[in-house]
């Protein structure tokens, strides 16, 4: 077993107070603080505490903690930490990635250019699972739900929008409106905004029996991400997502292509390991909508939440990857390639034989465990504690 720090990484959406209150540090901070990366990626890999190198300079010296079936660490554990809204994003599949990665570095964009896109050639499937109530936009909502959703705003303004729904090819139909959308010039942007927030201010303080409950939460996301990003296309786009309120313990799961916008809460994030992000709107960084368009998928998501199985796996289709979620007084045995996640007060213990070795692991820090390593027993014993496990997970192809 190997201590790692996990690498803080600061962007304007983040939170001044709950990754310093997760690892115990003084708050609130100086600057927000968004992601706590625990991995090997080289923008932002581990420190390995007892070794004068990083995670992915330390797996190089030693390539046989892999495993035979790995030349580089194919997952990036995370603490996500959001208080406001993410971009409006999707994520390229392993293909697509290659082929924008090699493109740019064949077109000579800087590799840490404003203007980059591709950041390498891997794909993004994550997952994320909440630690606190977590609000999301995830996935197209069905075409009859959205119809439902812009008929109860009643503004003339979007009548021409709705006759674009109800084809009876769903995707077909996201697609063009999306694209409409996105493509707004400027000032008539503002102007529908103006003229949708305006009702949807009035609707919440109305509340009328006649809407659909769904309805509400996705009225107020409007709201929030109108004060948040102003005359933003992503504002108006939230309208076609479906908005989710995740609880403790509950999770979503977004592949390649999945349109969406983390809004608020503290999570723990899995991801391969990739910095490709492709964006639309809601964001100061780099928005590239007609590589964006190339990579989304617009069939409709019926349900994004995944729940944990009995014994805490959450089972997704990515071979990177694979989390398990260890809660107070349950216990598992732990094979390596991993990395093993503490959150709560020091109510983690790991133990192995080989050396034999214990470690009552704090809240917020890591612990890598090699696969010539021996199992490692987690034991999670205080109530308010948690234990994470990142391994490598199955091609089910």
């Known amino acids: 077993m190997h ?56 797996l190089e010296t030693d390539p046989t903690q892999l495993g035979e079936a790995h030349k580089s660490l194919p997952f990036l554990l995370k603490f996500l930490a959001a208080d406001k809204a993410l971009s409006l994003q999707a994520h390229p599949s392993k293909a697509e990635a ?15 250019a404003f203007d980059r896109s591709y950041k390498d050639d891997n794909h993004k499937p994550e997952l994320v699972v909440a630690l606190t109530p977590f609000d999301a936009l995830s996935g197209f909502r069905a075409v009859a739900s959205t119809v439902e959703l812009l008929r109860a705003l009643e503004l003339p303004e979007l009548d021409s929008f709705i006759a674009m729904l109800g084809s009876g090819d769903d995707a077909a139909d996201i697609r063009g409106l999306f694209t409409t959308w996105v493509t707004l010039p400027q000032d008539f942007m503002s102007e529908m905004l103006q003229a ?85 709107g809601l964001t100061s960084k780099h928005v590239d909508v007609p590589e ?17 199985d009995a014994e805490g796996f ?34 983690v213990v790991l133990r192995s034989d080989e050396p034999r070795r214990e470690i009552a692991l704090a809240s917020g820090r890591a612990v890598w465990v090699g696969a010539n390593s021996s199992p490692v027993e987690v034991a999670v014993e205080a109530e308010d504690s948690l234990a994470f496990i990142a391994t490598v997970g199955t091609d089910k192809n």
């Not at 398990?324 to 503490?342: D, H, K, N, Q, Y």
Request: one cysteine or more; proline letters at 8%.
């Open 98 to 112: 290659e082929e924008g990665f090699a493109a740019e570095n064949a077109a000579g964009v800087p590799l840490n």
């Open 292 to 308: 964006l368009m190339k990579v989304m998928t617009f069939s409709p998501l019926d349900n994004p939440v995944l729940e944990a």
């Open 314 to 347: 959450y089972d997704t289709p990515a071979p990177d990857f694979r989390l398990r979620r260890i809660p107070a007084g349950r216990r598992g045995t732990v094979e390596g390639p991993a990395i093993i996640l503490s959150v709560g007060q020091a109510g």
């Open 196 to 280: 949708v927030v305006a009702r949807c201010e009035q609707l919440i303080d109305a509340t009328p029996d006649s809407l659909s409950p769904w309805i509400i939460p996705s009225l107020e996301t409007v709201l929030t991400l109108s004060r948040q990003f102003p005359g933003d296309s992503g504002v108006l786009c939230s309208l076609l997502l479906n908005h989710v309120r995740l609880q403790p313990g509950e999770a979503l799961y977004l592949d390649a292509g999945q349109l969406h916008a983390y809004l608020n809460g503290t999570a723990v994030e899995i991801m391969a390991n990739s910095d490709n992000v492709l964006r639309s």
């Open 3 to 58: 201590l790692i720090e996990g690498t803080i990484r600061s962007y304007d959406w983040g939170s001044h107070t709950a990754l310093a209150q997760l690892t115990g540090r003084p708050l609130p901070t100086d600057h927000p603080e968004a992601e706590m990366w625990f991995g090997a990626h080289p923008a932002a890999p581990s420190l390995v505490v007892s070794e004068e190198s990083t995670l992915d300079q330390f």
